[in-house]
C-alpha cells in the first residue's frame, strides 16, 4: 500500500530535550515536505526536500533541521523544543513528474512542548 | 494580503443540504486549484484538483473556478454525515499554498 508513515502518532517532551519524528514514503517520490498545523494558521510549510542530499527551508524553519540521506526518510530534527512549537506536524511527499503536485500525507504527530 | 485566503467556519449543515466551500486568491496567474479534505486526526488528502476556469465534477462534488473574481469553491450536494471533515483549497505555486481551511460538520 502506497503510504507515508510518520512516527510517532503523539509525543509529549520538555524544553530543551531534542527529538526526532521520522517519516517514510513508500513510493519512490523525491519531493518530501514537512508542516505544521496550527488553529487558524492552516498548514505552514516548515522545510522541503527535492532529492536525496536537497533540502530548503520552507515558511517557518527557524528552530527545526532535516535531513535527506536516503530518498524514502525525511526527519525532522527539534534541537532544542519550544513551546511554541506544539503543533501538529505532517510530512508529506509527491512525484515531481505529477502535474497536479498531489501530496500524499502522512497521519501526523501531535508534539506537546512543557 | 495572503495569497490564499479561506473562511475557517466551522460550518454545520442538516444531512441532504447543499454546501458551499470558498477561497479567494491574490494573483491572477495561477491556475491550478486543488481541494483537500482531511478528517479529524488524519492527513489531508487529494479530493478534487481544476484547470483554469470553469466547473469539474466529480460524483456529489463539484469544484468551480472563477477567475474574474480570483474566487474558487467547492460544491456538495446531498451531504453526508461522513462528508464531515475540514477542507482546504490549495493553489500550486512551485509549492503548495494551502488556504486555513473550512470544517464542515454535517448533521444526521
Known amino acids: 500500500e502506497a503510504q507515508v508513515t510518520q512516527n510517532p502518532r503523539y509525543l509529549i517532551t520538555v524544553t530543551g530535550k531534542k527529538l526526532t519524528v521520522t517519516c517514510s514514503q513508500n513510493?519512490?517520490?523525491?519531493?518530501m515536505s514537512w508542516y505544521r498545523q496550527d488553529p487558524g494558521l492552516g498548514l505552514r510549510q516548515i522545510y522541503y526536500?527535492?532529492?536525496?542530499?536537497?533540502?530548503d527551508k520552507g515558511d517557518v524553519p527557524e528552530g527545526y533541521k532535516v535531513s535527506r540521506k536516503e530518498k524514502r526518510n525525511f526527519p525532522l530534527i527539534l534541537e532544542s523544543p519550544s513551546p511554541n512549537q506544539t503543533s501538529l506536524y505532517f510530512c508529506?511527499?509527491?512525484?515531481?513528474?505529477?502535474?497536479?503536485?498531489?501530496?500524499?500525507f502522512g497521519s501526523g504527530t501531535q508534539l506537546s512542548v512543557l | 494580503q495572503k495569497e490564499v485566503e479561506q473562511d475557517p467556519g466551522p460550518l454545520s449543515v442538516p444531512e441532504g443540504a447543499i454546501v458551499s466551500l470558498n477561497c479567494t486568491y491574490s494573483?491572477?496567474?495561477?491556475?491550478?486549484f486543488m481541494w483537500y479534505r482531511q478528517y479529524s486526526r488524519k492527513g489531508p488528502e487529494l479530493l478534487m484538483y481544476?484547470?483554469?476556469?470553469g466547473n469539474k465534477e466529480d460524483g456529489r462534488f463539484t469544484a468551480q473556478v472563477d477567475k474574474s473574481s480570483k474566487y474558487i469553491s467547492l460544491f456538495i450536494r446531498d451531504s453526508q454525515p461522513s462528508d464531515s471533515a475540514t477542507y482546504l483549497c490549495?493553489?500550486?505555486?512551485?509549492?503548495?499554498?494551502f488556504g486555513q481551511g473550512t470544517e464542515l460538520s454535517v448533521k444526521p
Open positions: 508529506a511527499s509527491s512525484s515531481l513528474g505529477s502535474r497536479n503536485e498531489k501530496l500524499f
Open positions: 513510493m519512490n517520490h523525491e519531493y
Open positions: 526536500s527535492m532529492n536525496v542530499e536537497v533540502t
Open positions: 494573483n491572477s496567474a495561477f491556475q491550478y
Open positions: 481544476t484547470y483554469s476556469s
Open positions: 490549495a493553489i500550486p505555486r512551485g509549492k503548495l499554498i
